[in-house]
């Protein structure tokens, strides 16, 4: 009885190959992958806009075209408030409107992200630590993030 044992297991030219596929595949994903996390923030920012932007206008709809105030923007969008911008912590008597923001969010871009901590602060200017700048009399809210921009060299204040 002769029987030819045969050996299982992959030569050296097939395990060349599959190493070169691999690598011509990380070249291609790996670069894709990382300019993905480069514009994270900037579509983070974007969206957070989206958000304040959308509280805000809604808020004015329902104060008959008053904005909130800067000095009590945060409680004004995260608390129930009457027709007058007073804030309540429940929903009684003449305290009907809002919440409009579950939390104002924190700047995750710039300067004014405290170093990846974020603020979450609103202020009437630029000059503030705060992470957004607003203006009470337009409604215009954009980020405090100082001279820093996208990847794209845009300023992230110009969003």
């Known amino acids: 009885m002769n ?45 957070d806009l989206y958000i304040l932007r959308n509280a805000i206008d809604l808020y004015a709809a329902e104060h008959n075209g008053t904005y909130p105030a800067a000095l009590t923007f945060e409680g004004q969008m995260t608390t129930y408030t009457d027709v007058a911008g007073a804030t309540s912590a429940t929903k009684t008597g003449a305290f009907v409107y809002g919440p409009y923001l579950v ?21 009437a200017t630029a000059a503030a630590t705060a992470g957004w700048i607003y203006d009470e009399d337009t409604g215009v809210i954009s980020a405090n993030a100082g001279t820093a921009q996208d990847p794209d060299g845009v300023d992230y204040t110009t969003y």
């Open 103 to 123: 939390a104002v969010p924190a700047l995750k871009v710039g300067e004014g992200a405290n170093n990846g901590k974020g603020e979450n602060g609103v202020a």
């Open 3 to 47: 029987k030819q044992r045969t050996r299982g297991g992959f030569s050296l030219v097939e395990l060349v190959i599959v190493i070169v596929i691999i690598g011509v595949i990380a070249a291609i994903a790996v670069p894709r992958i990382s300019r993905g996390a480069i514009g994270a923030g900037a579509s983070g920012l974007r969206g």
